[in-house]
């Protein structure tokens, strides 16, 4: 616990180690608003406020001392820099603050634009991407783990989620409740960032993507002003979120609706890789049927094998849209014919995808997305060819790996009759959203991981193009450090979501002092 006097030692620390010249301060617009913040007028005067991260921390400490902001002292600081699934996302900032509501974040937010401080926000820490849930020495972590708000409305129609939840807190708690929510295929992943970029599900034909099911965000805009964005209230703000990111502000509440879609059959075995050529070109047969979404196929190649779920709504005895698959030869039954739950199969998996048994890293990750129609399957057997050539790169410890990830267009449509639809352009056709990725033990390996990856990745989309069947959309969830997915919503999309954040965000403090993220500043 900290008490006044370590805050004033800290403080005083914090002063004798600036050695820059001394700023107009009493008068200054920093001061002033620090002081408005309830600060001793003593120490806004005597303190340089601006671009110190570590007297922002001791300010956020004043501020917040009941166990909320921990600097390099404390125990639970080394807990907070591991969070990241990618160990390359690693950073030690000058202080992670951990608010409770979103009064907490509004604070925060105000605190961050008076003192001009450098920020990133954390839900899980999913996402693979340096600097985008975390910062060095000269910012601020603000991780929203204790904003667990988990509450379902008494018609059970609406869960309010807030994005200190991952799915599996939620699907442990809502299946018992008789309904389920469109969320992670890994429970490990965070409410957060699924939501904000996209979310694709076990059976997203059916539903449309995560953020179609949002029906109000509760957003703390830079200004510290706390506002509900619904089809009704802020609807612009609303629409924007429902794929611009954290382009606006920091969001504390999801509202979704719920899902109807609990008891599933599913089956999932493992292939030889010479079976990986078969498995592909009756992917897209399946894909190009069109389907309504009540059979869903996901799959997942390695080098040397093919990882495929064959997933049915309900509990069903061998379902004829698998026909074309049944042929194939199986290595290994990975799991049998089972009726069960999505939430019975989502816990009994997490590891298949190459993540420990425990949910636990690899090591480090980097993706790319490309995206394309399925005219036939020649494409996608081109991207199995690329991604064989690229995976020869792998050194010691490495994997590659190719996600071919297809939608029917049951999801676009879906999507699209929600609440006005999303704002990212989707094409209304069987499509492929491409994910691949390699896992690499050694922080070392990043630069060699990035080559194999981009390699892969600009053979292909020439091709794509060539073919005619390349689509713009990039996902941003599946993203690297390069992706520019806001320009892949298109023109239109685009404008819109620059119109909304000048409008909740005058000032761009989102892109200036956000240390890093899929920003509109990076594609204007
Ligand atoms: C093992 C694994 C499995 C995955 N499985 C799936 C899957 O099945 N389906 C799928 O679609 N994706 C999947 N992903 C990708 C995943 O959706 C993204 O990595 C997602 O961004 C992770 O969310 P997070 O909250 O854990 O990450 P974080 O890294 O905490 O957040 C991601 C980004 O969103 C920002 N952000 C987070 N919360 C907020 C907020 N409340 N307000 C403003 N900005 C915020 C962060 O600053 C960051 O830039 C998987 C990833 C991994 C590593
Ligand atoms: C401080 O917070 C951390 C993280 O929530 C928790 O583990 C720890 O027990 C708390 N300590 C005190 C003294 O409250
Ligand atoms: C947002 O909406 C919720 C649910 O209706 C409500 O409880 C909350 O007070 C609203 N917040 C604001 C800032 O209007
Ligand atoms: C895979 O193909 C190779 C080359 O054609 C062949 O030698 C091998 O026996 C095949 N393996 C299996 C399990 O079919
Ligand atoms: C694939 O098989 C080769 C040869 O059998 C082996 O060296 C390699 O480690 C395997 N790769 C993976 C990702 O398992
Ligand atoms: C699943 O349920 C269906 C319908 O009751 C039944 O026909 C089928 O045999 C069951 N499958 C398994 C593997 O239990």
């Not at 408005?36 to 340089?48: C, D, E, F, N, Y």
């Not at 991260?53 to 404390?74: D, I, K, M, W, Y």
């Not at 991780?143 to 988990?150: A, G, N, V």
């Not at 049951?410 to 209304?428: S, Y």
């Amino acid at each position: 616990m900290l008490s006044i006097t370590t805050w004033a030692s800290a403080l005083a620390l914090f002063g004798a180690a600036y050695a820059g010249p001394t700023p107009p301060l009493s008068n200054n617009a920093c001061s002033k608003s620090l002081g408005a913040l309830g600060l001793p007028a003593s120490w806004t005067k005597s303190i340089p406020c601006t671009g110190n991260a570590r007297l922002t921390c001791s300010v956020l400490q004043h501020l917040f001392p009941s166990n909320e902001t921990f600097t390099g002292g404390s125990q639970y600081y080394q807990t907070l820099v591991q969070v990241p699934y990618s160990a390359i996302c690693e950073k030690d900032p000058a202080c992670f603050v951990t608010p409770e509501t979103s009064a907490d974040v509004s604070l925060i937010m105000r605190v961050l634009t008076a003192t001009n401080t450098k920020f990133a926000i954390r839900s899980w820490g999913h996402l693979p991407l340096p600097g985008w849930n975390a910062v060095g020495s000269d910012g601020v972590v603000i991780s929203l783990e204790r904003l667990q708000k988990k509450v379902l409305s008494p018609d059970k129609k609406y869960a309010v989620l807030g994005p200190g939840q991952n799915w599996a807190t939620v699907y442990d708690w809502i299946e018992d409740q008789g309904v389920q929510v469109v969320g992670g295929r890994d429970p490990g992943v965070g409410v957060g960032g699924f939501l904000l970029g996209g979310g694709i599900s076990l059976f997203n034909d059916k539903k449309g993507l995560g953020l179609d099911q949002v029906v109000r965000y509760e957003v703390v805009l830079p200004s510290g002003k706390v506002v509900n964005a619904t089809t009704k209230e802020n609807a612009d703000l609303y629409k924007s979120l429902k794929g611009g990111l954290s382009n606006f502000g920091i969001v504390t509440e999801f509202e979704v609706i719920t899902s109807d879609i609990i008891e599933i059959n599913y089956e999932v075995n493992l292939y030889h890789k010479n079976a990986t050529r078969a498995i592909l070109s009756a992917y897209a047969d399946f894909l190009r049927q069109d389907g309504p979404g009540d059979a869903v196929v996901q799959l997942e190649v390695s080098q040397n094998s093919t990882l495929v779920f064959y997933g049915h709504i309900g509990h069903v005895s061998s379902a004829p849209e698998f026909k074309a698959f049944r042929s194939i030869p199986i290595m290994t039954p990975f799991l049998p014919p089972t009726n069960g739950t999505v939430a019975s199969f989502l816990f009994a998996t997490v590891g298949s995808s190459g993540n420990g048994a425990n949910g636990e890293s690899p090591g480090s990750y980097y993706h790319a997305s490309v995206a394309q129609k399925i005219p036939d399957s020649k494409l996608v057997l081109q991207a199995y060819d690329d991604y064989l050539e690229a995976a020869k790169m792998m050194a010691p410890g490495m994997s590659m790996y190719f996600a071919p990830q297809g939608f029917t267009s049951a999801l676009v449509k879906a999507g699209n009759a929600l609440n006005g639809g999303n704002i990212m352009g989707l094409h209304d056709a069987p499509q492929f959203w491409h994910d691949t990725y390699v896992t690499f033990p050694d922080v070392k390996q990043y630069g060699l991981a990035q080559k194999a990856v981009d390699s892969w990745e600009a053979a292909w989309t020439r091709k794509a193009k060539k073919e005619g069947s390349f689509l713009p959309i990039i996902y941003s969830n599946n993203g690297n450090v390069r992706s520019k997915p806001l320009g892949g919503y298109g023109r239109k999309n685009f404008d819109f979501i620059k119109k909304t954040a000048k409008k909740y965000d005058p000032k761009g403090v989102m892109q200036t002092l956000q240390n890093d993220g899929f920003l509109i500043r990076k594609e204007a």
